[in-house]
């Protein structure tokens, strides 16, 4: 993973912090992180580090990682389904954009029932299924 894919997802994980940590506290710590890395003032490295020692967090992360893998596959095979680790069952990967007409905020990709869909990062609203 390189700088920029790190700091990606931590803007990503930045929008679903409401939905993943229930202690204010330690979403400000996270925000404050994110925040630093933003401002170069800590190295992604570090800021993933940060991350990853909060298990709701570095779940998140690692569900994204393996997303991010799904979906290069997915695209580059132009498959309508993407098979599910460890199961026979499949989804159609549901695309969620910015509701705002022309952002260009890259799409999300849903891939199982009860993933969170992140914010836009630039508008801060709740990215939604795409018509
Ligand atoms: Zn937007």
């Not at 580059?76 to 026979?88: E, Q, R, T, V, Y």
């Not at 549901?94 to 199982?112: A, D, I």
Request: net charge negative.
């Amino acid at each position: 993973m390189n700088d920029e894919q790190i700091l990606n997802l931590a803007y990503g994980l930045r929008g679903v912090l409401p939905d993943l940590l229930a202690d204010s506290d330690q979403r400000d710590d996270l925000r404050a992180a994110i925040a630093a890395a933003e401002r170069g003032e800590l190295s992604p490295s570090d800021l993933f580090r940060q991350l990853a020692q909060h298990p709701e967090a570095r779940r998140w992360l690692q569900d994204q990682t393996v997303d991010a893998n799904r979906t290069l596959s997915f695209s580059s095979a132009k498959a309508p389904f993407i098979p599910l680790a460890g199961g026979g069952s499949a989804i159609a990967a549901q695309e969620y954009v910015c509701p705002e007409p022309g952002c260009t905020h890259p799409s999300w990709f849903r891939q199982r029932i009860g993933q969170t869909p992140p914010e836009c990062q630039i508008h801060h609203k709740r990215l939604i299924l795409k018509a």
